[in-house]
């Protein structure tokens, strides 16, 4: 069963699409669906409480699409995101020699340096990859196109293989 029942399905999720349009940041537009799914799950267990079982009204609608919305923008603003300028930090290895800890520390002061000598965009892009971040997903957070974001992460990653190689670092 719908929150407005079979009948009204089409016109409550074209109200419901609208009214997440509305407060979504155009950054997270690719996620608009999703986020209307999430309200019609809340707006579905709100009518079930309800003992009279009356379709939601407008201003439930636009205030369970607002709160949808913010929630998913506060969930991606969690992501533990690490910096790059401060200390390195470390996983405890259990036995790992000191010959393969002193390289590894010495990669890892190479690809900082090599980075920080990346032009600005490529920085970002390449550091966004680095962390785990797809393309589309770097794009989106640059506010930067599919093409764009992908061809900055390609030109980057060249770029900062090139460096290591002139430092002695290859795989």
Not at 16 to 31: D, G, K, N
Not at 129 to 142: D, V
């Amino acid at each position: 069963m719908t929150p407005t029942g079979s009948a009204g399905e089409g016109e409550f999720r074209t109200r419901l699409r609208e009214q997440v349009a509305r407060y979504c940041p155009a950054w997270l537009r690719a996620e608009a669906e999703d986020i209307v799914q999430v309200a019609w799950l809340r707006l579905e267990r709100a009518r079930e409480s309800d003992e009279r079982n009356r379709p939601p009204g407008p201003s439930l609608i636009a205030r369970v699409a607002y709160c949808a919305t913010v929630d998913e923008i506060r969930r991606r603003r969690r992501r533990k995101e690490v910096p790059l300028d401060g200390p390195a930090q470390t996983l405890p290895a259990a036995a790992v020699d000191p010959a393969s800890a002193a390289r590894a520390g010495e990669i890892g002061l190479g690809i900082r340096s090599c980075l920080s000598r990346l032009l600005p965009n490529r920085r970002a892009a390449v550091t966004l990859y680095l962390q785990g971040h797809t393309a589309p997903e770097t794009g989106r957070l640059l506010g930067w196109s599919l093409k764009r974001s992908e061809n900055m992460i390609f030109r980057g990653l060249a770029d900062l293989r090139r460096c290591l190689a002139s430092k002695g670092l290859t795989p």
